[in-house]
Antibody, heavy 123, light 108 residues
Framework: QVHLQESGPGLVKPSGTLSLTCTVS?????????WTWVRQSPGKGLEWIGE???????NYNASLKSRVSMSVDKSESQFSLRLTSVTAADTAIYFC????????????????WGQGALVTVSS | SYILTQPPSVSVAPGKTARITCGGN??????VHWYQQKPGQAPVLVIY???DRPSGIPERFSGSKSGNTATLTISRVEAGDEADYYC???????????FGGGTKLTVL
C-alpha cells in the first residue's frame, strides 16, 4: 500500500522559510509518477502548490512560483517543499500526494495523499 | 488563470440524488477529476477522467459533462456521503492544476 507522510516544523515565523518533507513508502519515488504538494488554509479550499518528477523537473503554481522550490531525494524516498518569505496567509494544512501515472494523453488524477501537516505562520 | 466554479453548498435528503456542479470555460475539452474530503481527513478520489470510478467507490457516484459544466451525481445519498467535494482539472495552457472552490454536501 502506498503511504505518504509529511514532516517538518509546525510553526514558522513571518518572513521565514517553510520547509516540509514527504516520505514515500510502498512505491518507488523513481516511478513515472509526479509528486505534488497541495495546501488548504483553515476552513478554505484546496490550492495546488506544484509538483516534481524524480528527475528534478518541476512545475509550480504561478502565484507562488517566486517563493517555492521543490526537490527530490531518491536515496531517502523523499521529496521536499520550501516556501520562502512566509506570511500569515501561508498558514495551512500542507498535503503531499502522488499523481497517478497517465494512461494516455489525459492529465491523471491524484491517487494517494498524505494525512496533511498543519503549518502555522506566527511570531 | 483558469477558474472552476462550484456552488458553496448543496443539501439533499437521504435516499435522494445530489448533483454538484463545476463550471469552467470550455471544460468539455478537459478531463475532470472529483475528490471527497471529510472533516480532518485528506481528500479521496471519487471520480476521474470525467466519469470513471476508482475501485472501492460505490456505483452511486457518477460524473458527467455538458457544455461548460461538469457534474458529480450521487444517487441514493447516505449520511456518510456528507463531505466537501472538489473538482479538479489541468489547465493545459500552462500545465497547472486547478481546483474548484469546493461544495459542502449536507445530508438533511
Amino acid at each position: 500500500q502506498v503511504h505518504l507522510q509529511e514532516s517538518g516544523p509546525g510553526l514558522v515565523k513571518p518572513s521565514g522559510t517553510l520547509s516540509l518533507t514527504c516520505t514515500v513508502s510502498g512505491a518507488s519515488i523513481s516511478s513515472d509518477n509526479w509528486w505534488t504538494w497541495v495546501r488548504q488554509s483553515p476552513g478554505k479550499g484546496l490550492e495546488w502548490i506544484g509538483e516534481i518528477f524524480h528527475s528534478g523537473r518541476t512545475n509550480y503554481n504561478a502565484s507562488l512560483k517566486s517563493r517555492v522550490s521543490m526537490s527530490v531525494d531518491k536515496s531517502e524516498s523523499q521529496f521536499s517543499l520550501r516556501l520562502t518569505s512566509v506570511t500569515a496567509a501561508d498558514t495551512a494544512i500542507y498535503f503531499c500526494a502522488r499523481v497517478s501515472v497517465p494512461g494516455g494523453e489525459l492529465p491523471p488524477p491524484i491517487d494517494y495523499w498524505g494525512q496533511g501537516a498543519l503549518v502555522t505562520v506566527s511570531s | 488563470s483558469y477558474i472552476l466554479t462550484q456552488p458553496p453548498s448543496v443539501s439533499v435528503a437521504p435516499g435522494k440524488t445530489a448533483r454538484i456542479t463545476c463550471g469552467g470555460n470550455n471544460i468539455g475539452s478537459k478531463s475532470v477529476h472529483w475528490y471527497q474530503q471529510k472533516p480532518g481527513q485528506a481528500p479521496v478520489l471519487v471520480i476521474y477522467y470525467d466519469n470513471d470510478r476508482p475501485s472501492g467507490i460505490p456505483e452511486r457516484f457518477s460524473g458527467s459533462k455538458s457544455g461548460n459544466t461538469a457534474t458529480l451525481t450521487i444517487s441514493r445519498v447516505e449520511a456518510g456521503d456528507e463531505a466537501d467535494y472538489y473538482c479538479q482539472v489541468c489547465d493545459t495552457s500552462n500545465d497547472h492544476w486547478v481546483f474548484g472552490g469546493g461544495t459542502k454536501l449536507t445530508v438533511l
